[in-house]
């Protein structure tokens, strides 16, 4: 019988589909265990060989678990919404949803043909209005909770307002707003309902504020930092400027501290949780206050005494013991502060300078240290101590979410400070008299002794530091504070393919529509971009407005702002659906809660996590806010949502290049390039075009649309052929470089697939993709199945003949070696182990049940289809999925003799087999009483005899 994969896994993934053989239960015996994959985006191009890696790999965890008899949730489904399908949709006026719902329908076939044990009824997709009802859900009640930072939770709202009503704000310790003004109970009370609401979105945890936002022209939308690439947009390369809007965000900054400090109690990549440190960027150091000095008389004069009713710059430093060396201040050009403090003279240029600066891009600031650019605002600060003027800069190396958005600049001690004076000629004093000032003295803060200042001199760093913040503090002009990188997220998007927000406004202030009319269903709109007069998508949609009597969305011509009130224009970021969708999978049916108590309870958190790296300081970050938060608020048992994560590495794709001869039409074979001395072009060409010897189909190349430029080109070959070059490079439609995990399936098999993978390498590693490797993990399947058939054509021949010690040792130490693999995630060893062991058993000529029928359980999480196949032709009629998995016993590997090198005077003269168990006694006896010893010897007695139980005899002469 042959070995005929494409049947054998056409009906078994037919058999799981029709019995929902990996349909997990809330409510078991049986330990939980969760093993999930960070759910795809659904493009149009479907996945290559690169995507199923993880999902491989958790796939084998998940089986693994089964066998070790564990109620084991494996879901998967679809990141949905997303600017990709709203792209496609402005060209081709074809709704999100339905591209959508094709891109889907394509990833579920090439999923399905792979063999994963996924529960499908459980299967969530975050543009389904019954999804995203809960993350509107979760919307509300962000919007209704405050941060208390004396419980260090959040709280509702409800108990905030219960303090203001009884002694309004001033003991409050909250993470709010920083320009919150003090107000007693008697205020509260005066306040209007909307004076009241705006006090309120000062505290609230999901927010109304102006932001400095990356704004896409092109696009039309706002962009998180992690959808820009070298300052354009990761969709479209298109250019993205810096832009003040009025946004939804997320006080994700409340829980800085709580998110660093509790990645000790995740088991996670230590460069993804030092990715993470950095972003959140704790850092302490002090507040010091810079008082603006007004302008200068403009005919000569003495400038007017300082008014503490003046304007001020915050500025937030790490060193405050460098305050004597600071020269200059610098502030981002997006500092509010600007427009009020630069004088006429000084306008024009500073009103261009801000207008180049926002048309890069945040991380492009930061990542430029070469460029140096600035313009000086005409106005002057004072020293908090010595009183002398100071002159404000802007400087685009300052950023305006990070810190105060200012910097007390001290060239003598900071690189960049020391570049921004030079090059403006900015005077550099020197309060470092004596002392080594060179960056690595400067940066080693344990040995830097600060001089020249009245209240300083000679005080080591530390100690100087608290002298500093100490003075600051009498004089009213600063405080110790600690500091984090990470900022409040923002949370709007104008576009149309997200989650509407279930927000309308009563005179300019947001409401919540109550949880019991959600979801809010996006309307239908006849175009997907902006409006003429710039409002997002949905400000296309005629019937968007929000009822208060009839609780349902109406027409906007009926908006009277009595009953019937305008909604939110504004949809969701991508991350809002991704950050619980774990949660929700627990019981994604439920249409009354976002999930049950009995679900959350049993599941609590996922148990292995794989998915990308590059994940690190967007969704992963996200999450942990989210989890949190529901933590908090009771809704959820853990702060934590998954234990263990692994990143799995990327599989690359081997390019294929043609070479034109520059300003020719002219092709020539990889290895004759250079014989005229004429420069190539390297371009990329198909990899489907290509065969395993690297020769071009020359034919299908000059007929292919793509490459009809070279229909009548000349190619110069090689012995008849034209050989491409290859290179390693990332996957990519692009490069031509794409394999179809379609194709791989329909010449070798799932299974083959699967293994392949596996077998490239370690799974946190990079490694390039070869189709003509996986014709050896095929083999290997044939052979396993030929161990069974006695040959391609043969019959099945396992029998209940008695395993041999020789199968019995090669089934244990295998069965030990493949659960020592699982365990530790080495699946590519595991793979080598199944071979090695095949070609034993084959050696061995074994057809015993009792060895056979434990090797198709080990194999199964790998390749799950001849899997079932063998297990149901030795006599079983449920699945494999669930059977137990084989237990090591240590006894068949104990040897149970010893070959032992027999010397003479040192020297080996032969090799001679003993039992195991003898004495020290019994092997010297047993090796004089050989004829071999024997005839050594030569009837001379040996002087003495040196036995070494296990290892050697040696007999001195």
Known sequence: MTYDFRKIEEKWQKFWAENQTFKAENDSQKEKFYVLDMFPYPSGAGLHVGHPLGYIASDIYARYKRHKGFNVLHPMGYDSFGLPAEQYAIQTGQHPAITTEANINRYREQLDKIGFSFDWSREVRTSDPNYYKWTQWIFIQLFNSWYNKDNDKAEDISSLIAIFEKEGNQSVNAVCDEDVTLFSAADWKAFTTKEQQEVLLQYRLTYLAETEVNWCPALGTVLANDEIVNGVSERGGHPVIRKKMTQWSMRISAYAQR?????????????????????????????????????????????????????????????????????????????????????????????????????????????????????????????????EPIPIWIGDYVLAGYGTGAVMSVPCGDQRDYDFAKHFNIPIPNIFEGVDISEEAFADKEKTVIANSDFLNGLPYKKAVKRVIFELEKLEQGIGKINYRLRDAVFSRQRYWGEPFPVYYVDGMPQMISAEHLPIVLPEVEKYLPTETGEPPLGNATVWAWDVEKSAVVSNGLIDHKTIFPLELNTMPGWAGSSYYFNRYMDPNNGNDIFSREAIDYWQDVDLYIGGSEHATGHLLYSRFWQKFLFDKGIVPKPEFAKKLINQGMITGTSAFVYRLEGENTLVSKNLIGIDNKTVQPLHVDVALVNPSDELDLIKFKENPLYADFKDAEFILEDGKYIVGREVEKMSKSKYNVVSPDSICQEYGADSLRLYEMFLGPLEQSKPWNTAGITGVHSFLKKMWRLFHGGNEGAFLVTDAEPTADNLKTLHKTIKKVEEDIENFSFNTSVATFMICVNELAAQKCNSKKILEPLVLLVSPYAPHIAEELWSKLGHTTSIATAPFPKFEGKYLVESSKEYPISFNGKVRFKLELPADLSKEEIEAAVMANDKTQEQLQGRAPKKVIVVPGKIVNIVG
Not at 301 to 327: C, H, K, L
Not at 349 to 364: F, G, L, N
Request: aromatic content about 8%; charged content about 25%; overall charge negative.
């Open 259 to 387: 998110l660093l400090d509790d990645l000790a109690m995740v088991d996670w990549p230590q460069p993804l949780k030092d990715s993470q440190t950095n972003w959140i960027g704790r850092s302490e150091g002090a507040e010091v206050t810079f008082r603006v000095l007004p302008p200068a008389p403009s005919q000569g004069g003495a400038r007017r005494e300082v008014n503490s009713e003046e304007m001020e710059i915050s500025v937030f430093t790490t060193r405050p013991d460098t305050i004597f060396g600071v020269s200059f201040m610098t502030l981002a050009p997006e500092h509010e502060l600007v427009a009020r403090i630069t004088t006429s003279e000084q306008k024009e240029e500073v009103e261009a300078y801000i207008a180049a600066t926002a048309k890069r891009s945040e991380r492009d600031r930061m990542a430029d240290v070469k460029t140096i650019t600035g313009a000086f605002t005409g106005a002057y600060a004072e020293h908090p101590f010595s009183k």
